[in-house]
């Protein structure tokens, strides 16, 4: 066993790391490279705000695959009270994630040789029999193989926002650069987006001037829907799986008969959508690419509002806001922005209407999401391996393509052997493929099949 680097220290990579130094034999080599000198946290754990909560409850978030209550034994160490279904702080789980890493690299040492990097990777080439790796302060690192752990990227702007025009005004990632001072003397604030990343802003905004009003505009105005306040009682059982594994493979067809389980009892709908979990890759890689194309285009934002839901207690905050009018969710997308003196003055084109909403805020938000296109990834390592078409994108641009054992996979195909992928781009080939009881499993596959290929290797 040889020298592996990991590029990238969030969840992904983190895991990785982990699983790595658990299974790896004798003598084996690895090093941990990340942007910032903050490992294991990543922009989902890296919050250090307690009302950003998981959206997942603890029951369910263990890193480690073969160990389904670690988180959980790990959240009643600090809080007996806690159970299965709690919804607890992010900021924890970051915690959770640094003590699994400095865990394993005690438990590893004399038989891994384990370094954590803080630097920026530029460009990843095969030299020789060995990958170059060169780094942004100059330092150059050799490896055997190379696992890319990237995690998201920041969101694409707007086409009808200039990012250098609307400064100061606009935000474009709004995880960077202490997001709750920039908009605390804010009273009135648009965020461009209705999911899960608005969701956390507008917490963040409430939370530091609870006086704020706030527009939160998206094409259909949808937002993410609550987890239940407790674990359903035993009992419920669907038919689900079994009725859409043979049936024709359509979008039409998948939401004739989720419809028609959940009509059957309305009150599990969340029961409904979480047993198609396990099989949604399956799904996913069953329709064509036109019908992938027509679930994007008409249903993916009611599939993301319901599956990808939120903490009750986060719903409540939300919903407060809503009921007092603070909050504003409006149906539509941003055609103009305007700078009048010290606010903004945003045009709205509310769907389903030719009357053009407009509001005055003082920030524009950008809450779209991670992007997943790469031509619009702004990351000087991403393009350079684009440019040498040794990654590419799939043909809807959700992600990075990937062979079943996690090479990356050029434009035409091509594996490339010393090079790796885990993280939520592989949302392109498994759609489900973003959330950590998925990408605990791929980043422990990914561990082993790199293992089995460096150990067969002469």
């Not at 407009?358 to 990834?377: E, W």
């Amino acid at each position: 066993m040889r020298r592996v680097v990991i590029i990238g220290a969030g969840f992904s990579g983190t895991v990785a790391a982990v699983e790595f130094m658990r299974h790896a034999p004798q003598g084996a080599e690895l090093i941990l490279v990340n942007r910032s000198g903050k490992m294991a946290r990543g922009l989902a754990y890296g919050t250090s705000s307690p009302h950003h909560l998981l959206n997942v409850p603890a029951g369910n978030m263990s890193a480690l695959q073969d160990d389904p209550e670690s988180f959980l034994r790990f959240c009643r160490r600090l809080d007996n009270e806690t159970h299965s279904g709690s919804f607890v702080s992010r900021s924890l789980y970051g915690v959770y994630l640094e003590e699994l890493l400095t865990f394993a690299e005690s438990q590893s040492a004399g038989r891994v040789t384990c370094r954590r990097v803080a630097g920026n990777v530029l460009s990843v080439e095969k030299k020789g029999s060995e990958v170059l790796l060169e780094m942004a302060c100059g330092a150059k690192i050799l490896a055997d193989h190379v696992i890319l752990a990237l995690g998201n990227f920041a969101p694409s702007n707007p086409l009808a926002v200039n990012p250098q025009s609307f400064s100061p005004f606009y935000i474009a990632d709004p995880w960077l650069n202490h997001l709750e001072l920039a908009h605390k003397n804010a009273p009135r604030v648009l965020l461009i987006g209705t999911g899960l990343t608005a969701v956390d802003v507008l917490l963040s905004i409430k939370r530091s001037l609870p006086s704020a009003q706030v527009f939160m505009v998206s094409r259909r105005g949808l937002h993410p829907k609550a987890h239940r306040d407790q674990l359903p009682a035993d009992g419920f059982t669907t038919d689900v799986q079994s009725l859409i594994l043979n049936a024709e493979p359509t979008v039409r067809t998948y939401l004739r008969i989720v419809r028609e389980c959940i009509s059957i009892s309305s009150e599990h709908w969340r029961e409904v959508i979480t047993a198609l979990r396990n099989i949604t890759p399956e799904l996913w890689s069953r329709l064509p690419l036109i019908e992938r194309r027509r679930f994007l285009r008409h249903l993916q934002v009611y599939w993301d509002s319901h599956r990808h839901r939120i903490a009750p207690e986060t719903s409540r905050i939300f919903e407060a806001g809503i009921q007092d009018s603070s909050v504003e969710l409006i149906a539509g997308r941003v055609t103009a922005v305007e700078i009048k003196g010290d606010v903004c003055e945003v045009d709205v084109a509310r769907r389903g209407s030719e009357r053009v909403y407009r509001v005055a805020v003082n920030k524009i938000i950008n809450c779209t999401g991670p992007c997943t296109s790469l031509s619009r990834i702004e990351d000087e390592l991403m393009r350079s391996l684009v440019s040498a078409d040794i990654i590419s994108s799939d043909k809807l641009g959700l992600g990075i393509n990937v062979s079943p054992g996690y090479e990356v996979l050029s434009s035409q195909g091509i594996a490339t052997p010393w090079l790796s992928y885990v993280g939520p781009m592989l949302k392109a080939t498994y759609w489900e493929a973003t959330a950590v009881p998925e990408l605990r499993v791929h980043a422990k596959a990914l561990v082993i099949e790199v293992m089995r290929r460096l150990s067969a290797a002469p």
